[in-house]
């Protein structure tokens, strides 16, 4: 299994950003960022694909965030701008080894993370 290094997280004030960092040992094909709150189910943030470095996103953070990848260096970001207290949450990296258009089914993906956490104060 490969193991993913997430880093980047930290305490901010509304408004603010943060880039969180997912580190892999190689090239994986689909690589996403999920994020999970006290007593709320993980969702997913953000998928990045091989394929014409395609993006997706959810809803919520469309246009605040932008996630992106370095392959010489094998590691994913998410840039989050404009965070606002509800994007406080516990994020992790997710990757797989093949596409599919079901990015936010983390079932799917069987590497992860250890999670970085994300506090955004009011």
């Known amino acids: 299994q490969e193991q993913l290094v997430e880093s980047g997280g930290g305490s901010v004030q509304a408004g603010g950003s943060l880039r969180l960092s997912c580190a892999a040992s190689?090239?994986?094909?689909?690589m996403a960022w999920f994020r999970q709150s006290p007593g709320k189910q993980r969702e997913g943030v953000a998928v990045?694909?091989?394929?014409?470095?395609?993006?997706m996103y959810s809803d919520s953070v469309k246009d605040r965030f932008t996630v992106s990848r370095d392959r010489a260096k094998n590691t994913m970001y998410l840039q989050m701008n404009n965070l606002k207290p509800e994007d406080s949450a516990m994020y992790y990296c997710?990757?797989?080894?093949?596409?599919?258009?079901?990015?936010?089914?983390?079932?799917?993906?069987?590497?992860w993370g250890q999670g970085t956490q994300v506090t955004v104060s009011s």
């Open positions: 997710a990757a797989r080894d093949q596409w599919s258009a079901h990015w936010t089914d983390q079932g799917l993906y069987g590497h």
């Open positions: 190689r090239f994986i094909y689909s």
């Open positions: 990045i694909y091989s394929t014409a470095e395609s993006t």
